[in-house]
């Protein structure tokens, strides 16, 4: 057997996707809207408290395509807190007018293939990775992750040594586009469908293409990674939430 990689786990996250019911929504009074945005935003500003201290994160964007609308991206301390967060969500009145089209659970995760040197329980900057706030950047990217399970191509099949030294190439590439695009990779193993979920940030939204591109001729990915649905929008401000909402 294989040794396993330990993992650094950290804040947990769920990614809830939603189209807009912009037919029904339309429907409604000015009025009526304008009281369930005032609803949402009251949402926002007790997310927006939480945030400010340190005891989780949010964004929010709007997805381009036709996979979804809008996309929830929450991070809590717990995952009893993402359930009530969800849970309070579902019951305001704007959720009466989205269609949930898909969902990701899982938990910020650093693994050991890259070596430490230091405390990770009192290193600020590995604190920081592990329970990020996530950052006001113009645009986001989402996609879950698998390594590949098939033949002589069974990541889980090779020693320690060799995953540590495939994922420290790995890491180089991304460690090159530092200050163009972060990363949040969180661990769904038990969670969800997937193995990682992704999130990339940038302020260029080429250099998601150009990122990804380039990691797919890294040995890690040509040859053991499987890639699920990307997803790519923009963030939204709270000023900007009231403009996507209006029509």
Avoid at 150 to 155: A, E, F, P, R, S
Avoid at 177 to 202: C, H, M, N, P
Avoid at 212 to 239: I, N, P, Q
């Amino acid at each position: 057997m294989a040794e396993p990689a330990k993992t650094l786990d950290g804040w947990y996250v769920l990614h809830d996707f939603r189209k807009m019911n912009w037919v029904e929504w339309k429907k409604i009074s000015s009025d009526e809207r304008e009281s369930i945005i005032a609803e949402f935003m009251n949402l926002l500003e007790k997310w927006d408290k939480t945030q400010s201290k340190f005891e989780g994160s949010h964004g929010l964007y709007s997805i381009l395509g036709q996979k979804a609308d809008l996309m929830i991206m929450l991070l809590r301390p717990t995952m009893d807190e993402l359930i009530e967060i969800e849970s309070a969500f579902n019951k305001t009145r704007l959720a009466e007018f989205t269609v949930p089209t898909y969902s990701y659970v899982s938990v910020v995760e650093l693994s050991n293939y890259l070596p430490a040197d230091k405390d990770p329980d009192q290193d600020p900057e590995i604190q920081a990775r592990l329970k990020p706030i996530l950052p006001k950047w113009q645009y986001v990217c989402f996609y879950p992750m698998d390594k590949r399970r098939q033949g002589n191509d069974n990541w889980y099949m090779l020693p320690m040594e060799e995953r540590q030294t495939m994922m420290r190439s790995h890491g180089m590439i991304g460690r090159s586009y530092a200050g163009k695009v972060r990363q949040i990779i969180s661990g769904s193993v038990g969670f969800d469908d997937w193995e990682w979920g992704v999130t990339l940030f940038a302020h260029d939204v080429l250099q998601f293409k150009k990122l990804v591109y380039e990691m797919r001729f890294d040995e890690v990915s040509a040859r053991y990674g499987e890639f699920g649905t990307f997803y790519v929008g923009t963030y939204l401000e709270d000023e900007k939430v009231k403009q996507f909402l209006h029509v």
